[in-house]
């Protein structure tokens, strides 16, 4: 096991001031971004901070003094939390130093986030939907195993910024001499250069490749809805996390069906005599299972029947919306003579006064 004391020269018994203090000291003196040129300071600083990550807290400390093997497996996983550190330590950008001692800044880009559109229909909307999607994704690239190296070639570390993909660069100021970081010239950023570059990426590491995926449609998505896939995107180069894969979801109209949020509206048309007299209809539901209704005797036009939970599935998952059916009364406007007079007939059983010569009105 590693003498975190020795590591940060203090003594079993220092206490947590004093290393906080050798810390501080100590991070300063082996932060990479502070030894260009010396390709061991990384793991020295690592070792340093793995010290004061045990030591600085008072569990883990007591876990150690008693011999206890401790997991470091996700100690330094996230190199956020220990950048956090580094930033209460020091200040916001008091450190000095801009980049993440624990990676090139190659290591820290992400593949690419994609957008692709899934088209589905109202009804897979209503009720959720399996989608194939194809598209194309970056791939690392598999002449080069995603090195950007030529075949029996390998990617070499760059002599300019040893690795850090950034170099340090001084500058005068009122207050003194300045170290900033600059993205490094010669390797853009990577850390790495490439004698010779791969025939199939030209370098680049990825290459674009078809790619199909089956995507959850949740139900309730409407048009304009946006799904987030993690980790579905492209690939990065090698030893990054693939980026996200955004599915933006485009809802076909149904022409049986107007939406509203989560309900559906259908407009149903019955004859004159239809909604005089009642009638049984069959009525769309967006599954396309029919469903039978009554009409009343003697219904009006614009009456709004609710049938409940006919309507789109809910984004929330909980629940549907309903299915309203609007009433429309088709009026004839075209009669024979022989329904003309049966209409005629009907006004003077109820003493109504239609207008005279109907027909010859039309026909102007
Ligand atoms: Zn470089
Ligand atoms: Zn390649």
Known sequence: MKDYYQILGVSRDADAEEIKRVFRQLARETHPDANPDDPSAEARFREVAEAYEVLS???????????????????????GSLNDLLGSLFGGGGFGFGSNPFGTQAQQRSGQDLLVEAHVTLAEAAGGAEKSLSFTAPQGCPTCEATGAAPGTIPETCPQCAGHGAVQVARRTMLGTMATLQTCDRCHGRGEVVAEPCPTCQGAQLVDEPRTLTVGIPAGVNTGSRLRLRGEGGEGPAGTRSGDLYVHVVVAPDPR???????????????VTEAILGTQVEVPLINDEPMKMDVPAGTQPGT???????????LNGRGRGDLLVEVRVDIPVKLS??????????AELRSESPAEGRSRRRRR
């Open 57 to 79: 807290d008072p569990d883990k400390r007591a876990r150690y003094d008693r011999g206890e093997t401790l997991e470091f497996g996700d100690l330094f996983a996230n190199f």
């Open 257 to 271: 069906f107007e939406r509203d949020g989560d309900d559906l509206w259908h407009r149903l048309t019955v004859g």
């Open 304 to 314: 709004v029947v609710r049938v409940p939970r006919r309507g789109m599935g809910r």
């Open 337 to 346: 003579t022989e329904e003309e007079e049966a209409v005629r007939r009907l």
